[in-house]
């Protein structure tokens, strides 16, 4: 008997629980990774750096002194104590979201184009309502499982789901464009030596992470999964044909780029104070952005949460930072962009609404109903 394509058969039992166990082993990395970036920074020195350990200290957890309550008792060193107590600058911290907030409509601005040239129909509105609630999906669960929500939910708008995947396949290939942009930017400023040393631990756990991931995606039916090599050349042959907007469209990724460049500096700068210095080179900074996303290209995590990160600090690191202030600077701004596009996509999801839901998506990726399908 032929297994039924329904969420009570054999089958879709099966595949939701490899969904579920796949799901939770990619959590599990990014908890693990992120824990063992702290742990090797040092945990105190962190907490410090980011004024977690004031807020630990005045909200009961750890004990200062003697008039204090606390699960932990103490800290090493009074120093440590010293750092938690400088100010952060706040009104910096209030652009970086601005900042942020800009380099996503930025991008939002360059997938309309795409949309448009890949033939989606629609406005801007509705492109840019699929397009975040995507944004946010894909710092929420791994495989760039966001960028499925947003073809879908171009398809709930009755656009074609090749189109909308087209679309976005391209717009991969222009964050593409930003990190080679840069990294000759950063080549040009920094000179080979310090060049190698801060891409090296991204491409690293980029090939480590292609090596695991090789063969392991799940084969579409319907023939939407692209062959890599051949879809970039047709997209560049494509993109060749129409010269302007592809200049147009570079420009918005070195736009976009430079955005959040600026907003990682001023993240710095708002933690950096008389005694946490957390100074790093403008140079230095673009390398250690350009190292994040190497690392993430292969999203095995929820949005690459741990492998950016890694990525950023071990590029700071070889440029001559020291560890904890380049683990306090990756972690710092991770969790900034991080919250900025989860902000995204509740807000479209609550506001607005969008023509598809996180179980269509799902069910869609891991094949568990063939209705979705359609």
């Known amino acids: 008997m032929t297994a039924m394509n329904s969420t009570g058969s054999p089958a879709a039992v099966t595949r939701v629980g490899d969904l579920i166990g796949t799901f939770l082993l990619s959590y599990l990395i990014a908890a693990a990774l992120i824990v063992a970036l702290v742990d090797v920074a040092g945990v105190w020195n962190v907490l410090a750096n980011t004024r977690l350990l004031d807020a630990l200290i005045s909200g009961g957890f750890i004990k200062y002194h003697d008039m204090q309550m606390g699960f932990v008792h103490g800290i090493p060193e009074v120093e440590l104590y010293l750092l938690s107590q400088d100010p952060v600058d706040w009104r910096l911290m209030l652009v970086v979201v601005l900042l942020l907030l800009i380099y996503w409509l930025v991008k939002a601005v360059q997938f309309h184009g795409l949309a448009r040239f890949s033939g989606v129909g629609g406005g801007f509105g509705e ?41 976005l396949f391209m717009l991969r290939l222009f964050l593409g464009f930003e990190i080679l942009f840069y990294s000759l930017v950063g080549l040009i400023a920094l000179g080979w030596g310090t060049w190698l040393t801060q891409v090296f631990w991204g491409l690293v756990i980029f090939f480590v992470l292609y090596l695991f991931m090789r063969g ?50 001023l993240t ?20 250690a952005i350009v190292g994040g996303y190497i690392a993430r290209m292969i999203p095995l995590t929820p949005g690459g949460i741990g492998q950016f990160e890694w990525g950023f600090a071990a590029a700071l690191y070889l440029g001559g930072l020291g560890f904890p ?27 607005y609404g969008v023509e598809t839901h996180v179980g269509a998506v799902l069910a869609r990726f891991s094949r568990v109903d063939a209705a979705t399908d359609a």
């Open 325 to 351: 202030e380049s683990a306090t600077i990756a972690l710092l701004y991770g969790l900034v962009r991080y919250l900025i596009s989860t902000l995204l996509t509740l807000t479209v999801r609550v506001s």
């Open 127 to 167: 492109h840019t309502r699929a397009f975040y609630y995507g944004v946010g999906l894909n710092s929420l669960l791994p495989y760039n499982i966001g960028e499925l929500a947003t073809a879908q939910a171009l398809a709930g708008q009755g656009q074609r789901l090749r189109d909308a995947l087209n679309a």
């Open 216 to 265: 392991t995606r799940p084969t579409e039916d319907d023939g939407t999964r692209q062959r890599i090599w051949p879809e970039v050349g047709h997209a560049l042959a494509a993109l060749a044909r129409d010269p302007l907007h592809l200049a147009q469209w570079c420009l918005l990724s070195i736009l976009a780029f430079s955005l959040e460049h600026l907003a990682a500096y």
């Open 268 to 287: 710095v700068m708002a933690f950096t104070s008389e005694n946490v210095i957390l100074n790093v080179d403008f140079s230095l900074l673009v390398m």
